[in-house]
Structures are given as C-alpha cells and as structure tokens.
C-alpha cells in the first residue's frame, strides 16, 4: 500500500519535472569536482553552485588544522553538548564569534550548533512560545519555516522586502513578545534584507529581529563579520544565526545574541540539549576558518568575489540583451548568488542539463523551492573561480540557447 501511494506521488512529480536525484562527487570541492552524473558516468565539472563562497573548504591550511584536531581529539564528540560533548575547542569557537559580534550585539554570546537548519529551528522552536508572534518574510529560507511551524506562537507573513508590510502587521499585532525574522540575504535570489528599516520597525514597535546570515558571513563587511557589519548595525535586539558550512569551508552553525537570550536558547532549544555535538576536531579547524577569514586571505578573497560578480553581471546582462525574446531576468543581486529567472521547470531543466553536457554544473531551481513560474539557475561564485572559469559559463550559455528556443518557441 504504502509503496504504490509513494510511487504515485514519485510519478507525479516526474511528470512536472520536479523530480530530484543525488549526484555523487568523487574527487575536490568546488570549483572543480568529478561528479558521477544521473547516467552514472563521472566527469569532471566547473562548479557554480556550491557556497564555499571563499574557496575555504580546500584550503591546505583547513585540510592541516582539521588533521592536527583529529589527533587531539579523535573522531566525534561522544555526546550533546551539555552531557559531555562541549570542548575547549567549541568553547574557543563560540568565544571567538561572540568576539566578532561585539560591536553589533551588546552583551553578545554565542553558542553553537551542528547546522544552520538546527539552529533555525532552536531559535523560532525556543523563543517562539505562547505569548510570541513571529513575522516571518515571504522568502524565507525553508529552515526558518519549518522552525516557525514548529514555534507555538502564531504566524504572520509579510512580502519580500516590504517593509510597509510589516509596518502594518506589526502594528496589527497584540501579542508581548514580537520576533521579525528573516533571510539576510536571501538563498533563491542573491539580494539583501534591508535590515536597518527592520531593525527601525523592531525598535518601534518593540519587537525583536532574527536575522540568518548564512549567505553573508565571510563574504559580506570589510572584514567577513557579514551582513550587520555590512550595514553597520549594533543592537541589543539582533539576534544573529550563522552558518559555517558555507563560506567557513566546514560545517556548524552558531546563534550569537544578548546573553540572556543565548542562555535561554541553551536551556529550552531541545536540539541544542537531545543533540550530539559536532567532532571537536571541526570546531579546531573553525578556529583556523575565522582567523584566514577576517585577515589577508579573506579580504583578498572577497575583493576577488566583487571582481567576478562584476564580470557576471556585464557578460550576463549582455547575453540577456542579445537574447531578449526568451523572457529571461537575471536577479537584482550584489552577492556572489546570482540566479538567472528562466522561468518554467522544463526549460530551466533542459538549460541545466544542456550545460552539463557541456562540463557545466548550474543547478536548476524548481518550485517549491520558489514561486511557479519562476524556475531559475541558481550560479553561484566562489573566489577561487577564475575570469576565464566566467567567460567559460557565459559561452556555454550562450551555445546552449539555440536549441533552447526551439523548445521555448
Ligand atoms: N539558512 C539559509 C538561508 C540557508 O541557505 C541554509 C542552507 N542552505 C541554511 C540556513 C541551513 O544551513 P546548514 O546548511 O548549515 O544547515
């Protein structure tokens, strides 16, 4: 029974091209992979869609430090962190970022998690109790949903980047406790929350706001410190979670906020407490990621991300102009996500694979992954791509649009 009503829903998917597989890399991390494709033939591809943003995750020194904390440490941690999992080296790390986070967040503590998805949910799951509304942004990364519908306070959203919006439902609202959340910047389309008019509402109208900067840390601010230094932001009303799996090179997460809300968050987040702590070994090597981060590595690296991100664009609007008939938009975006709105699931599905056929990994974006209608490639740039990797992306486009209109037309 259960088999037959599982292969039912499978072929429906198939039939509106939303059916998804897995691809098994065998060899480096991006830019370049071998990549065993859905044909189970491996071949070696450029890679614009992972978010180790700095290049972080092959960097020699990563590799050593992860190396030396395996020696020290051992494999995994044995247990959550309140039983016996936390070590000094997850002591360091969230000593560290509470360190980074001090001109922005007054009193800040961090803690930390295995994944960002975790920390989503900790935080919407913990502090959105009975007396707590949330108001969540239209576009919000599935983590923060799914922690909204696991919160008991009620929901409210609000559309993209609309701060008259959100004006509105706050002011709407009875509830004691309010928590704005949002993207900071925004995984399907590249833009960036504006943040100071969010944190004006918060302040207004007593709220506080949640801000998950998983794309902006280590590629956004003068020095990797991400999106509220971007903006220059500093309040005791931010509470900021991070993730460390994309431009950190590794893997983790961590909420950084007031103290009291960080100890609360370790007394009532119940995948901080029933959860496993990360291998200690990966928060030694974190260590390392924040200190290449914040010096010459990480500023040469994301004066390197603008560099191609400019090249992008150009290259790309300029496609986009020789090819108007096609409908396509590229995204309002200055971050290195830089989706190109194709439009319809089959379309966007035969782009990506006619790249790949050509060494091109871009992944397709379906819906409900974003709105019907708007099926996208979703490139993204790390800095250890080169402008010639660039020019490669754009010519293969370019040659992939022949065969494309056809289909469009
Ligand atoms: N938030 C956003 C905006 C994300 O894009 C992601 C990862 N795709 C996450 C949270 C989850 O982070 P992690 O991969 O560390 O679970």
Redesign the pocket.
Known sequence: MLLEHLDRKLQALRAQDLSRFTRIAETGTAPRQTVVGADGVARELLMFCS?DYLGLAAHPELAQALAEGARRWGGGSGASPLVSGHSRAHHEVEAELARWFAPHIPQARAIGFC??????LAVLGALGDAEAEIFSEALN?A??IDGARLAKARVSRYGHCDVAGLRAVLAASTARIKLIVT?A?F?MDGDIAPLPELLALAQEFDAWLIV?D??GLGVLGESGVGTLEHFGLRSERLIL?G????AAGL???FVVAHETVSHYLLQAARNYIFSTASPPAVEQALLHSLALIRGETGRERRARLQTLQTQLRAGMQALLARHAHLGWRLAESHTPLQPLIVGGNAEVMQLAAALEAQGLRVPGIRPPTVPAGQARLRITLCATHTEADVDRLLAGLEACIPTLSEVAA
């Open positions: 978010n994944t960002g998805y975790m920390a989503n990364h983590s923060l993207d910047v995984s998950d998983a794309h979670v993730t460390l799996g994309k893997a983790g997460a």
